[in-house]
Each structure stands twice: as C-alpha cells, then as structure tokens.
C-alpha cells in the first residue's frame, strides 16, 4: 500500500533564509542532457522523494526534509540495505516549474562507504546528488545556468582509454595468409667506410643505394613498385674510435649536425657512449597483388617441374619449367602457365611465400651484403614436400589484374573459406602508386630464358655473407636448382 511520511519541518531558526535540499549534478549524462529543461539540474529545489518499484511499495517524502542531506542520506542508506534502488525524484524550477527523474539508488565511491547517490535510468551516465543550500542561493544557480553551460563547455575535456580487441581473431579472418601481414619492406643499414666500422656513409648514401637497389630489382623483371621511405633509429653501444668520430648530440647546438648523419653518440647517465644509426627502411609491393598457388602432389611424382634461382638483389624466382608433360606438379598447378606468361611480359615470377612463409630479401648489412635465402635449403625444402606428399603452398608477386582473376577463377588456387587467396592492396593505394614507364621498364633477363639456364653452366649464383649469422655457399650452376 502507498504510504505519506511527511517528514515533519525543522525547528524554526533564527536565520531568515532556512536551508533547503537542493540537486547537485555530479556527472553529466552522454549528450549533455543535463541542461534540457526535462533532466535536473544544479540548484534546483528537492520537493518529493518517492521511493519503491510498484504502487503498493511505494513511499513518499515530502519537503522540508528533517536534517536536510543527512537526513535523506540516512533514507537512501536504509532503503539501499533493503534492497530497494528505485527512486523518483520531484524538483521545483522558479516559482512553479517542476521537473523529475526515475533513478536508482547507487553508493558514491567517492563520498565514501555512508553516502549514496542518484544514477539515471535512462542514462546510467548521469548521477545527481543532494547538498543544503538557501532558497536564494537555489535561485542565483537556476538564474546562472547559461553562464554555467559555457563554463561547461570551456572545461569539457575529451576522455580516452582502453578497449579490448580480438587480435588472434581478426588476424585469422582478415589476413589471407594468418598471421602474417602483407607490408613488404627491406632495411638498409649505412655502409661502413673504414674496415673496423668504425665510421659510416652519411644517409644520403643509404638512400641513394635502397634507391639503386629498387630500380635495378625493377629493371631485372622483379613486378614491384614502390610504396614509401624511412629513416629508423637505431640503439647501440659505441666504444674508442668510434664514439671520437661520431656526431655528438649532447645540445641543441649539435642538432644542425645531425641532418645527413647516419651515425651519432651520446652519453648516457653512466657514462656509457651510446650510438644512434640511422637505417632507412624501403616499403614496396607487387604491381597489383601476390597470387596463391597450390601444388598438389600425388605418388609418382619424381619431379616438381620447375626450377629456382635468385636475382643479384636477392628475390627467389621461377628460373625454369620442365615442357612436355602434362603430368608435372607444375603443369598441373598452373605454375607453368604463369612462367610462360611472365617470361613473355619480360617478367620474373618472383616466389614471395613458401608455406605462407615470406622468403623476400629483408635486410642490407653494414658491409653491403643482402640478407636473403638461400635457394638450396628451398630446394631441399620443397623435395622434402615431394617425398613427404605434403602440398606446397606458394605465393608469386603478379604485374597484371586479368592474369590475376583469370588465373583464380580457373581454380588452380587454394581457396580460402575466411579470406581471400590473393592478397592484394587498397585499390586507392593501387590507384595511387601505378608505376610510371621510367621506373618499369623491365629489361630481357637471360635467367627467364630455360634454355639459356640450361645450356650456360658457367652463370652462377654466390651467396654473399650478411652479418653474425651470414654463411657461404661453394658456386653451383643453376641447372643444379631443379627440384
């Protein structure tokens, strides 16, 4: 049953203006409601609480309210241990405008364990609590809302903070190779100048040689273009002749220096001399995408049908094709196809991925050797997926769209049911970065020709060393690459 508690009116005290229970709006709601006319506001007059869920539960508290916010502090405190949060709050605007609120009843964490606040139903965002004010001073906030609003505005800060995110999820759905990004890009390091490394080209040399590097790939037949560049710091100890030669960077004075230098030092708090190189780092990617083609082995395969070489920048490519058999791993799979319409466009069918792993070149040591893989451990590799049965699954760099889709649709692809099989780039990136004909100019390999492969022993390819973990391979004719 509905119940009137009029809470009974304090004593009358000599002050001529008694306290009254007034809003106090603590957190604003999501769209700044708090300043409609409809939502409460700061300074308006508490005239009735009606606490309860249902009409027969309901109780009503009436102003003036025995010992103001305490007094209400202490009802919410009561009413919050029994389990009962819903709360309708009634106000009064002015003389006679009114206005309320369904809320619910909430601790205030930051008041402390005792105090308890008002959240809105409707915006959980929106929290209002109670604080003794006079009737005149209730009436001075309700005059100053505008002012109050634009103080509002000018305090208003933008939050942000932290949101879970499904990466292992994504990375398997969007990618069409799981785990592994389409960003191609290789490191150069500045060529040292002495033996000893102990003084460096400036970084317009190593601009000038990632720069080389991108043509001459471009001009052997390798489909990419060029995408961007930039410079990378990078953290190491320096020691003796080196940190005498090095650009200081211990002022601001000394940042002028800095410009073209592609090593320079600094003390740390220990004393210890640390270097900064400066390495560039060269984005690129294929003419229109990378291409998955799948090999398929059966029981009486002997041979794959193909052969690899590397390129003097250090691509794996298709070198050769065995003709004649239709019932080649490489026919089958359309691997031959591509070749001949590669070799036709003056083009290598440079290998990007075995296995979904990338086998490009990524790296250019201080000495100027490249980092890259060795086609004899690829060689062995993919016998090992003959003799073993184990499909090869490999990616090749392609230059036109139509080969693409027509090669795709044919089914000689593996297709992917979470994502796409080629991997290919934004079409406002492809838009953009179309080469220009001085820089895809591809010039007749002689390596494209299987007859030339064949019948010229004496071209042969040597594996360079590339830093701590560098090795070197004794010359082999390229014949000896068929797998």
């Known amino acids: 049953m509905t119940m009137d508690r009029s809470s009974q009116s304090n004593a009358e005290s000599p002050s001529r203006d008694p306290k009254v229970l007034s809003i106090e709006c603590l957190k604003g709601s999501s769209k700044a409601d708090e300043w409609t006319a409809d939502m409460l506001q700061t300074g308006d007059i508490v005239e009735e609480l009606r606490i309860g869920s249902s009409a027969n539960s309901l109780i009503r508290y009436k102003s003036p309210f025995k010992n103001g916010k305490n007094g209400v502090q202490k009802i919410l405190q009561d009413t919050y241990k029994k389990k009962e949060t819903s709360i309708l709050i009634r106000v009064r605007r002015g003389p006679d405008e009114l206005s309320e609120l369904q809320a619910c009843i909430v601790p205030n964490d930051a008041g402390g364990k005792k105090q308890y606040v008002l959240r809105s139903i409707g915006d959980p965002n929106y929290v209002v609590g109670f604080l003794d004010r006079t009737e005149a001073e209730c009436y001075e906030l309700q005059a100053s809302r505008t002012s109050r609003m634009v103080n509002a505005l000018t305090r208003s800060r933008l939050q942000d903070g932290y949101v879970s995110y499904s990466w292992e999820r994504r990375m398997q759905e969007f990618l069409s190779v799981p785990n592994s990004s389409n960003f191609l890009s290789i490191l150069f390091l500045p060529k040292a100048s002495d033996r000893v490394a102990s003084r460096y080209n400036d970084l317009e040399d190593t601009l000038a040689r990632a720069n080389a590097w991108l043509h001459a790939s471009q001009a052997c037949g390798v489909p990419i273009v060029f995408m961007n560049v930039q410079t990378e710091s990078l953290l190491t100890k320096i020691s003796g002749e080196t940190a005498s030669s090095t650009v200081n960077a211990g002022s601001l004075s000394d940042l002028s220096n800095l410009a073209n230098a592609s090593l320079y030092g600094f003390e740390d708090y220990h004393g210890v001399d640390i270097g900064v190189v400066r390495a560039v780092r060269l984005w690129y990617a294929p003419i229109v995408a990378e291409l998955c083609v799948e090999i398929k082995l059966k029981e009486g395969d002997t041979k794959l049908g193909f052969a690899i070489s590397r390129t003097e920048e250090g691509f794996i490519f298709i070198s050769s094709v065995i003709d004649g058999n239709e019932n080649d791993p490489a026919k089958r799979s359309g691997l031959s196809s591509l070749y001949r319409v590669a070799t036709d466009a003056s083009k290598l069918l440079v290998v990007s991925r075995v296995s979904n792993q990338k086998v490009l070149p990524w790296m250019v040591s201080s000495t100027g050797a ?114």
């Open 370 to 483: 490249i980092r890259c893989y060795d086609t004899v451990s690829l060689s062995q590799k993919l016998s090992l997926h003959r003799h073993t049965r184990v499909p090869i699954i490999m990616h090749v760099f392609m230059w036109d769209r139509s080969i693409t889709l027509g090669f795709s649709s044919g089914g000689n692809t593996r297709q992917r049911v979470a994502s796409p099989t080629v991997l290919q780039l934004a079409p406002e990136v492809q838009l953009s970065r179309l080469p220009n004909e001085s820089q895809l100019q591809p010039l007749p390999s002689a390596a494209s020709d299987p007859g030339a492969i064949s019948e010229g022993p004496e071209h042969r390819l040597e594996r360079d060393t590339a830093g701590e973990s560098s090795f070197r391979f004794h010359e082999f004719s390229l014949s000896s690459n068929w797998v």
